[in-house]
Each structure stands twice: as C-alpha cells, then as structure tokens.
T-cell receptor, first 116, second 114 residues
C-alpha cells in the first residue's frame, strides 16, 4: 500500500497477557517511530529506529515494552504483562530519512489497545 | 528540552469564520515546527511544516501558519472554516539535529458550527 499500515486495528487483552503490535512503514522509508496516544498523557514518543537499530529508546515507559525492526522494514512493538495503564492508541510513523528539512513523519491509523 | 503549549483544548467557530489555533513552543535551539490534523479513528496527517526560510508557511486545505521567533509561536490559521475542518489539531516540534522524535502539544479540538 501507499501509506503506513498497522495491525491489528483493535486489540483487547486481559491484564497480564503479552501483546504484539505490528507496523509496516512506507516502502523505502529508513526511519520508523512508535508513539502512544492516551487520554491522560496525550501523544508520547516511545522509540525510534534508523534501519534496524534503535538509537533512541528514551520514551519506552518500562522494561515491559520492547520493539524490534527487521529487514529495515516491518517493526513489532511488544508489551509484556500488560497493565490497564497500557490502554492507549499506539501510532507508528515512518520517514524517508531521519533529520533534515525534508524529513516528514507519515503516520499509520494506529492500534487501539484495551487492557481489561 | 522541548515543549509545546496549545491554548484552548476546544475551539468552536461558525462555518465561514476565521480559524485560529494557537501554539507556543519552548526549545533550546531553533526547532522544526509542524501542524498535524487527526480525524476520528484515523492517524495523523501533516498539514504543514516550518524548517527554515520563509516564516509564513502554507499547507493543505487552505491552512497556513506563521513562525514568529520573538513570540515563540506557530499559530495555525484558515480564513474561512468549512464543516470538513472539524477534527483535532496537534502542534509539534522537533530538533533540527540530534533527537528526531516529535514532541506534541495536547491538541485542540476544532468544532465547526453550521
């Protein structure tokens, strides 16, 4: 597809379960970002990938959160032992290259995570 | 460190009226500035951005914003609101070097009355 895609669009899970959220960036985009959008905290940065490496993980809220990117393309955000406060919309964005005046982040539709 | 303040969590205008959404930022270096729009159950769409050069930036859907360094502001305007403009608008900043992530304001929900 032409844009960033994310799956699933909705995920309902029970407290304590692990979840995996997937992001397919725009083809050829080397930079990939994960953000979280919640009522209480607004839009927060989680992690940034350049290629397959993550030079900035500063936004991950706890060690229950991890992410990987393979082949410079698809990324997976994993949340272990989910808690109710993890309920949010998780947004993925990609850009052609990080930095510079031409860098624009394009966002996917998000995954709405509900932890019961 | 960077931060963004959007004044007014909700703004209501009449169709055809001027839209003005306010954004002020704090940054230790001249930042890049962005406005994104989010329609219900959708991701964020870029409206416009300022990086360098001309301080008045024109974007999609008739929106524009002016970077005013002395006021640390990047307010979003549209001369005449349309019903389809009803959405949530986010102002964001990023550093031109170093950290690449966007720092967002808390958002302003725009309501357009017929």
């Amino acid at each position: 597809g032409a844009g960033v895609s994310q799956s699933p669009s909705n995920k309902v899970t029970e407290k304590g379960k692990d979840v995996e959220l997937r992001c397919d960036p725009i083809s050829g985009h080397t930079a990939l970002y994960w953000y979280r959008q919640s009522l209480g905290q607004g839009l927060e940065f989680l992690i940034y990938f350049q290629g397959n490496s993550a030079p900035d993980k500063s936004g991950l809220p706890s060690d229950r959160f991890s992410a990987e990117r393979t082949g410079g393309s698809v990324s997976t955000l994993t949340i272990q032992r989910t808690q109710q406060e993890d309920s949010a919309v998780y947004l993925c964005a990609s850009s052609l290259e990080a930095g510079g005046s031409t860098d624009t982040q394009y966002f996917g539709p998000g995954t709405r995570l509900t932890v019961l | 460190a960077q931060s963004v303040t959007q004044l007014g969590s909700h703004v209501s205008v009449s169709e055809g009226a001027l839209v003005l959404l306010r954004c002020n930022y704090s940054s230790s270096v001249p930042p890049y500035l962005f406005w994104y729009v989010q329609y219900p159950n959708q991701g964020l769409q870029l409206l416009l951005k300022y990086t360098t050069g001309a301080t008045l930036v024109k974007g999609i859907n008739g929106f524009e914003a002016e970077f005013k360094k002395s006021e640390t502001s990047f307010h979003l305007t549209k001369p005449s609101a349309h019903m389809s403009d009803a959405a949530e608008y986010f102002c964001a900043v990023s550093a031109p070097t170093g950290r690449r992530a966007l720092t967002f304001g808390s958002g302003t929900r725009l309501q357009v009355q017929p």
